[in-house]
């Protein structure tokens, strides 16, 4: 996916997999996490987190997350998205 538009390129993770228990973020098996992908801006990974979360609805412990990579690339810089 290439951003072509002239939008700064802002990256993100979308990942997820089974939770011990609800209410946390420590996973029960790391091994098994889903690593979606990485996307060139936020409404890109949103969108495949949605799709990521419908499908695995009937599993009350399966989350899936988006991580803002730009921010740990670059921390001194105020981004939005």
Partial sequence: MAVEDGKKQLLHLVFGGELKTLGETEFRDLDALDI???YPDYQSALTVW???AQASVDNAHMRYFVVHLHRFLDPEKKTAG
């Fill in 50 to 52: 949605k799709a990521k």
């Fill in 36 to 38: 979606v992908g990485i």
